[in-house]
């Protein structure tokens, strides 16, 4: 099984910086994509960046020149840097990764549980 660990969310005020982070664990061969996405109240699931395990990276428009993400391949973790923080990024930052667990074995995707932040004054 496949667990991915998210941490680093919390309160900020607007103009603020949080970074957070998600670890990966359990029966993994191999780490292709790695992401951030995000949900707001009454809203879809929405993706804020991603990043292939060769380092080339895909942002919402809402987000660039603000976010920046990045992964460590041998820790098996994705960070997200959020700087310039504006209520509208208020949502719960979910990680998903999508993986190989054996070799040979199928791609599969798997998400975090969810991390809360919240840009208020």
């Known amino acids: 099984q496949v667990q991915l660990v998210e941490s680093g969310g919390g309160l900020v005020q607007p103009g603020g910086s949080l970074r957070l982070s998600c670890e990966a664990s359990g029966r993994i061969f191999s780490i292709y994509d790695m992401g951030w996405y995000r949900q707001a109240p009454g809203n879809q699931r929405e993706l804020v960046a991603a990043?292939?395990?060769?380092?080339?990276?895909n942002y919402a428009d809402s987000v660039k020149g603000r976010f920046t993400i990045s992964r460590d391949n041998a820790k098996k973790s994705v960070y997200l840097q959020m700087n310039s923080l504006k209520p509208e990024d208020t949502a719960v930052y979910y990680c998903?990764?999508?993986?190989?667990?054996?070799?040979?074995?199928?791609?599969?995707?798997?998400w975090g549980q969810g991390t809360q932040v919240t840009v208020s004054s």
């Open positions: 990043i292939t395990n060769g380092g080339s990276t």
């Open positions: 998903n990764s999508r993986l190989v667990g054996v070799m040979f074995g199928p791609t599969e995707n798997y």
